[in-house]
């Protein structure tokens, strides 16, 4: 029998703690919807979607009701589409984008993945036309998010496509110019990117996995916070315990409600990603954590060490938890996305340099940063291969989503609104990578890769 | 059986306890077992509850559940038991 205490903590967690299960992401394979007509593709492409996705939002909303656990993003990644569109011989990419908005809008979902493409080792066609086509896709759709694999461990670092991406940001930064360049912020792009993924922008439903599954996103930071707060002053190792406790109990939410997803939808369970999640609203988080640890602002010297800390002790509390764990699994640090790290850059205790060594440490990358508008697609290709080199070298995920807003300068602050915030606009070394970046080719995989 | 934990939370007032357990009986729901306790100043009433016969959809009797404590100034929330097992039980 559950003890008074036990169930007032919970509620405590939910109601005051903004405990949540931030995405249940159903994945979905196109596979099968190949055509070498794009009018058939697409009408594929909608019809298995809406058909598998009917009753994701019912489903998900009847759980978070009767579990009294809100559950806040219901959504859905595909199999990248550069894959599935190859055979078309008059593919026509904005309209596979518009068929996946439209087959979001008809199932409800906020966001859907998968308009990616896998460029780690080499382009084919398919790839480079699809991923010319990213900022028209992103500027004439809402929901739809794009992500593209340019490094791996096992591959390098396909730097033509660094190169490329950079001007994909820029013109993708151009044609949103109207909305705060928002369209950047659906674009991630990833090395060694991970195939169950449930958080967005990245997500999509890779060629390793099923036919459908469900895959649950939790979250927390601010249970987390609370926690780190009953033990002020005690060491690290304390610290580490308390977050690895909490991180079990929030984990068994994401275990729970994975399940009956599952279940309820007759959809095999694949995973839970244990991560910390942040969101703009006060309480929420991940900067907070580090500076419930001592670090007076967040970036200052320790943010590091603090971060690693965090970040493992995620895991180790998550991993029994759940008897699948996958995803990204760790700390985010979306700096438009959580309040601390956004006080934190307006104050300048946080620069691009300081996330950059948090990357190496936390679960993904350089995430939701605003830049200057006039940042040069080389620089931004540049970012975009520093990160790679953290990923592929430790043999991690890491990932660039950047925002250069058209028309702003560094200090000024650009509202996203949602759970996609507002970022303050930070600065970029003044010196440039041109040269470095137009040598094109690959950066061969380390020796890390040689694992056989 | 299914179990549902039902929490109220909020300032005491007269009736609470009568109310609550008028809108379960309604709704054919069993009380299994309760306690009151004044938990952090506040008044904190948890009851267990076998919901296995109840007449409506957990919706719908969250809903009215809901609309008794808005009209009580209280917070009165239903969960089903398995969220507490799952976080607290390995």
């Known amino acids: 029998m559950i003890n008074n205490h036990e169930i007032i903590e ?99 979902v906020n966001f859907i993945g998968g308009y990616s493409a896998l460029v780690h080792k080499g382009y ?23 992500s593209v694999n340019i490094a791996s461990t096992k591959a390098g670092i396909n730097m033509d496509a660094a190169a490329q991406m950079g001007n994909v940001i820029k013109e993708t930064a151009y044609l949103t110019k109207d909305k705060n360049s928002i369209g950047c912020a659906k674009l991630v792009v990833f090395a060694n990117a991970v195939e169950d993924n449930p958080f967005m922008a990245g997500a999509f439903h890779g060629i390793g996995e099923g036919e459908c599954v469900i895959n649950v996103g939790v979250s927390g930071p601010g249970v987390v916070k609370s926690a780190l707060e009953s033990v002020r002053g005690m060491d690290f190792g304390t610290v580490a315990e308390t ?93 438009s996305e959580d309040a601390g790290m956004i006080e934190a ?9 300081k996330l950059e060594a948090m990357t190496c440490v936390c679960s993904v990358g350089l995430d939701m940063i605003a830049v200057p508008g006039d ?23 890491t990932a660039v989503r950047i925002i250069p807003a058209y028309n702003h300068k560094a200090g000024d602050i650009i509202e996203f609104g949602g759970l996609l915030g507002r970022a303050p606009v930070m600065q970029v070394s003044k ?9 094109g080719g690959r950066i061969p995989a380390p020796m890390q890769s040689l694992k056989n | 059986m299914e179990k549902a934990v039902l929490t109220v939370i ?11 357990a008028m809108l379960l009986y309604e ?51 239903i969960q089903h038991e398995d969220i507490f097992n799952s976080m607290h039980r390995i």
């Open chain 1, 10 to 108: 919970t509620i405590k967690m939910i109601s005051e703690e903004n405990l949540d299960i931030r995405t249940i992401t159903m994945g979905i394979s196109l596979l099968d919807c190949v055509s070498d007509c794009c009018d058939t593709l697409c009408e594929k492409i909608y019809d298995k979607i809406t058909r598998y996705a009917k009753n994701l939002v019912s489903t998900g909303e009847n759980i978070e009701r009767e579990y009294g656990i809100p559950i806040i993003n219901k959504r859905i990644s595909v199999t990248p589409v550069s894959i599935i569109s190859h055979a078309c011989r008059d593919a026509d990419y904005i309209k596979i984008a518009r068929a996946l908005e439209r087959a979001a809008t008809q199932t409800g």
């Open chain 1, 124 to 146: 084919t066609q398919g790839d480079k036309r699809l991923i010319e086509s990213i900022p028209q896709a992103l500027a004439q759709t809402e929901r739809v998010c794009s």
């Open chain 1, 243 to 335: 977050v690895k406790k909490t991180a079990f109990k929030i984990t068994r939410m994401g275990q729970l409600v994975a399940q009956e997803a599952s279940k309820r939808l007759g959809v095999p369970f694949g995973i839970v990603d244990l991560s910390l999640a942040p969101t703009p609203e006060i309480g929420d988080s991940v900067a907070y954590i580090l500076e419930e640890m001592g670090i007076e602002k967040c970036g200052a010297h320790g943010t590091t060490a603090a971060l690693a800390l965090l970040n493992d002790a995620v895991k180790k509390g998550g991993i029994m938890a759940s008897s699948y764990v996958g995803g990204l699994s760790g700390a985010f640090i979306p700096v």
């Open chain 1, 345 to 353: 850059a307006m104050c300048e205790a946080l620069s691009i340099e």
């Open chain 1, 375 to 397: 940042t040069k697609a080389a620089t931004l290709s540049a970012i975009i291969a520093d990160e790679a080199a953290i990923g592929v070298v430790n043999n991690k995920t």
């Open chain 1, 431 to 439: 010196y440039g990578s041109d040269s470095f970046i137009s040598r």
């Open chain 2, 10 to 20: 909020g300032k005491d007032t007269k009736g609470i306890i009568a109310r609550v």
């Open chain 2, 27 to 77: 709704n054919n729901i069993n009380i299994l077992d309760i306690s009151q306790t004044i938990m952090q100043d506040m008044f904190t009433m948890i009851m267990l509850c076998d919901i296995t016969e109840c007449r409506v959809k957990f919706d719908a009797l969250a809903e009215n559940l809901d609309d008794l404590g808005e009209k009580l100034g209280l917070s009165v929330r």
